[in-house]
């Protein structure tokens, strides 16, 4: 089990992972979902031991990986976002390598190990290819692989993947499902769809900070439920805007599209109540007639968008 207490890091002025909570169980598959630089590999680098934490702990099975790194160390096996692959060694050659340094000690040990893993990821019969000519696809399978040796229970892989090709993506998903049913296994991703199938449980993260976690289910079913309005109402921004937010209960109003005297925007009924009535009227009475209005429920697509794309344009202009 792993304890994620009050994680913060700051990288001088800017806070990369911000006061994040949480609790992994044993046995289930979590997916850390966010946007690009949400925090997500700052925060298993730090579950792994490779960063310090600026503020917070992180315990794997009782064991701080600050004060006790090689007792904690030893229950996880991290496939880093860019994994260190030697281009010059074998498959075989570099997972005899990684087992040497994960101290498994004896030589045939190290066989035994590798040769399981090799099934276990599908690499039997390029154990003799240069990592060199593998495809993007095996490549991420020797870092699975890689991962798996020195027998973790807890296996952390950071968007295990990105860069791979539709049919390779549908086979490394397969793999970690596979791997569930032995370990315990982390993932982090930016697409939502690839944690709602492969992942039992979901942590979504946004500018740093943790904004929902639940079963994929109770995600869609709670936060789905939320009714999303979509208008088109003549008028300036400004007043189309002013009328519809004063309507009680309505929030995230968004512009969609904006073009000769015509608004288009989306809200959001947090209540549950049906708002269109009280809408239209309150843009008629601003003199802002009502052209096209409809409501459906939010998809889970919608959630993560919203719950994610405030806190990801900051960091877009200040990158820029
Ligand atoms: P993700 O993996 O979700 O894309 P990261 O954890 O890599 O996000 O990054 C989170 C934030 O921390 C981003 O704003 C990123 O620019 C910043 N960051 C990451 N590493 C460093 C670093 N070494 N120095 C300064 N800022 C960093
Ligand atoms: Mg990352």
Redesign the pocket.
Known sequence: MIEVKHLTKR??R?T??DDVSFTVEDGCIYGLL??????????MNIMTGFLSATEGEVRIDGHDIAEEPLEAKACIGYLP?QPPLYQDMTVEEYLLFVAELKRVRKKGDRRVAVNKACRRTGLVGMEKRLIRNLSKGYRQRVGIAAALLGAPRIIIL?EPTVGLDPAQMIEIRALIHDLGRTHTVIL?SHILSEVQTVCDRVLI?AG?KLVAQGTPEELAGKLAARGIISVTAQGTREAVLAAASGVEGLSDLRVTAEKSGEVSFTAVSTTGKDLRGALSLALAQAGCPVLSMNAGSMSLEDVFLQLTEHTGAP?QKE?A
């Open positions: 990288y001088g800017r990369a992972v966010g946007p690009n630089g949400a925090g997500k590999s700052t925060t976002e950071d982090s993260i740093g960091e990158e």
